[in-house]
C-alpha cells in the first residue's frame, strides 16, 4: 500500500514562530509537492520539487521555505509564523517522466496560528 | 497562464438524479486532466484521468478542446457520491500539478 505520511495531524503554534511540516514517501517518487487547502480556494500549490535539492516555486510560496535533503523527505517550512498561514496543509509524491502521473497524498495537516 | 476554474462551489442533488460538475481549464499545451476526490475523513485520491478514457463508480469525463472542458458525469447519483470533487491539470515536462477550487457534491436520500 503506497504511502505518503504526514508528521501531524494538528499543530498550534503561535504568531513569530518557526514551522515545520514533515512529510515522507516510500514510494521513491521524484516529484513532492506541498499544497494549502482553504475552503472556497481549493488546492493552491506552495512549492514543488522534482529531485533532491532541487525545488520550484508553486503559486504561493510567500512566507514558505523547503528543503528536500533526501529523497524520501519534503519539509515545508514556516519561517516566521502569522495568522493567515491557519489552514490544512497537504503533502504529495509522484513519479516523474509524464504529467498524467497520479499524485498521492498525504492525510493533510491542519495548522493553527494563535 | 494555467488555470483551473470549477464554478460550482456546492452541488445538491438527489439519489438517482444525473450528475454534472463542471470543470473548464486554460492552458496553451496539450492537457493531462484529472479528477480528484476527497470523502469525508479520508485523503484527497485520484478519481479518474482523461487519458485512461475509463469510467470509475460510475463516472465519467470527457475532454473538449474546443471548449476547454473536462466535465465529470454520473447518470444516477448515489448517497456515497457525497464528497469534495477536485479537477485538476498536470503541466506538460514539469510534472506540476494545478487543481481548481472544488465543488462539494451532497446526493440527498
Same mark, same amino acid.
Given at each position: 500500500d503506497v504511502k505518503v505520511t504526514q508528521s501531524s495531524r494538528y499543530l498550534v503554534k503561535r504568531t513569530g514562530e518557526k514551522v515545520f511540516l514533515e512529510c515522507v514517501q516510500d514510494?521513491?517518487?521524484?516529484n513532492m509537492f506541498w499544497y494549502r487547502q482553504d475552503p472556497g480556494l481549493g488546492l493552491r500549490l506552495i512549492y514543488f520539487s522534482y529531485d533532491v535539492k532541487m525545488k520550484e516555486k508553486g503559486d504561493i510560496p510567500e512566507g514558505y521555505s523547503v528543503s528536500r535533503e533526501k529523497k524520501e523527505r519534503f519539509s515545508l517550512i514556516l519561517e516566521s509564523a502569522s495568522t493567515n498561514q491557519t489552514s490544512m496543509y497537504l503533502c504529495a509524491s509522484s513519479s516523474s517522466g509524464t504529467a498524467n502521473t497520479e499524485a498521492f497524498f498525504g492525510q493533510g495537516t491542519r495548522l493553527t496560528v494563535v | 497562464a494555467q488555470r483551473v476554474t470549477q464554478p460550482e462551489k456546492l452541488l445538491s442533488v438527489f439519489k438517482g438524479a444525473p450528475v454534472e460538475l463542471k470543470c473548464n481549464y486554460s492552458y496553451s499545451g496539450s492537457p493531462e486532466l484529472f479528477w480528484y476526490v476527497q470523502y469525508s475523513r479520508q485523503r484527497l485520491q485520484l478519481l479518474? @484521468?482523461?487519458?485512461? @478514457?475509463e469510467s470509475i463508480k460510475g463516472f465519467t469525463a470527457d475532454l473538449n478542446k474546443g471548449e476547454t472542458s473536462f466535465h465529470l458525469k454520473k447518470p444516477f447519483a448515489q448517497e456515497e457520491d457525497s464528497a469534495m470533487y477536485y479537477c485538476a491539470l498536470g503541466v506538460y515536462n514539469t510534472d506540476k500539478l494545478i487543481f481548481g477550487t472544488g465543488t462539494r457534491l451532497q446526493v440527498f436520500p
Open positions: 514510494m521513491d517518487h521524484e | 479518474l @484521468r482523461h487519458i485512461s @478514457r
